[in-house]
């Protein structure tokens, strides 16, 4: 499930789409098509579930970000980039998810 506002950050964050703007109903579920593909992505690279649909936490948001502008790419020149920043992102997620969680649980 991806929330309206989650959805507005990430599309204004990405395809520069102002909050708000729902008159694009194709471009709103490819977005939320792409959010879910990723938070999959990063579970099976080993992100706990929780951090990956974590619509809170920045870290989570930028590497979601990063993958819908490698998805959404048109070349070369702008996808590898992107999917390089995703990478990193993730894998820096995955090694830090146990501090994620300890944060988590301290704020409840």
Do not use: H
Not at 50 to 76: H, I, L, T
Not at 77 to 91: A, I
Not at 93 to 101: M, S, T
């Amino acid at each position: 499930m991806v929330s309206t506002e989650y959805l507005n950050k990430v599309g204004f964050a990405t395809i520069r789409r102002e909050p708000g703007d729902t008159e694009d109903e194709a471009m709103d579920s490819l977005l939320k098509d792409y959010i879910e593909e990723a938070r999959q992505d990063m579970i099976l690279k080993g992100v706990n579930c929780d951090v990956a649909n974590d619509e809170s936490n920045a870290s989570v948001r930028g590497a979601v970000c990063s993958f819908v502008r490698w998805k959404m790419s048109y070349d070369r020149k702008d996808s590898v980039p992107n999917l390089d920043e995703y990478r990193m992102q993730v894998d820096e997620l995955r090694k830090n998810q146990n501090l994620l969680i300890a944060e988590e649980e301290d704020g409840e």
